[in-house]
């Protein structure tokens, strides 16, 4: 199974908002409610942003938010701060119980 | 406050065999699958594989990336996960996260532990 399609850079304005996407098929991001998000800050280990969509972890904040529509899911971060700087990825269920990452989009806070 | 730690990475040569370890605290270690996921130097996430519970016989899955050289065991009595990695290639070097599952999310993860395969 083919890793999913994300951008490989993305950038905003402190203040902005920014959308990330991330493009499967139908065997996986499109047929999966099981997309999660990971924020991986430099020299660190990814940490969980949203599950199953559009949830949220305990203590992440708000301005993090999550969607689906067919198979794309996508991630938006409202209100940039300069701390958002990191790589971001996606992942999804796929069609033999496995796993399946995103390539990465490595946001910019300009 | 939850703790994963890895441990087992080093230098290896081409073909020998590797034995990863991780040990978790903080949480119901036996109420969760475990997997581990790799990062290649300055590149993205690949997961592995995973190990569900003792309910489920420790059944395994693996990536079909990985080819049949990766083996993914847990001992719940010591709140461990293992990942045994066979032939070993120059293009496993990278960063191995063990991590904890639940429904296709990886909610903790240890530091990584970086294995570099060179002659």
């Known amino acids: 199974q083919s890793a999913l399609t994300q951008p490989p850079s993305a950038s905003g304005s402190p203040g902005q908002s920014v959308t990330i996407s991330c493009t499967g098929s139908?065997?996986?991001?499109?047929?999966?409610?099981?997309v999660s998000w990971y924020q991986q800050l430099p020299g660190k280990a990814p940490k969980l942003i949203i599950y199953e969509v559009t949830k949220r972890p305990s203590g992440v904040p708000d301005r993090f938010s999550g969607s689906k529509s067919g198979n794309t899911a996508s991630l938006t971060v409202s209100g940039l701060q300069a701390e958002d700087e990191a790589d971001y990825y996606c992942?999804?269920?796929?069609?033999?119980?496995?796993?399946?990452f995103g390539r990465g989009t490595k946001l910019s806070v300009l | 406050e939850v703790q994963v730690v890895e441990s087992g990475g080093g230098l290896v040569q081409p073909g020998e065999s590797l034995r990863l370890s991780c040990v978790a605290s903080g949480f119901t270690f036996s109420a969760y699958y475990m997997g581990w996921v790799r990062q290649a130097p300055g590149k993205g996430l690949e997961w592995i594989g995973r190990v569900r519970l003792k309910t489920d016989r420790y059944n395994t899955l693996y990536a079909a990336s990985m080819g049949g050289r990766f083996t993914i065991s847990r001992d719940d009595s010591k709140a461990s996960a293992y990942l045994h990695i066979n032939s070993l290639k120059i293009e496993d070097t990278a960063v191995y996260y063990c991590?904890?599952?639940?429904?296709?999310?990886?909610?903790?993860w240890g530091q990584g532990t970086l294995v570099t395969v060179s002659s």
């Open positions: 139908s065997n996986d991001v499109g047929d999966c409610n099981y």
């Open positions: 992942s999804s269920c796929g069609d033999i119980d496995n796993i399946v």
């Open positions: 991590t904890s599952e639940n429904w296709y999310r990886f909610d903790y």
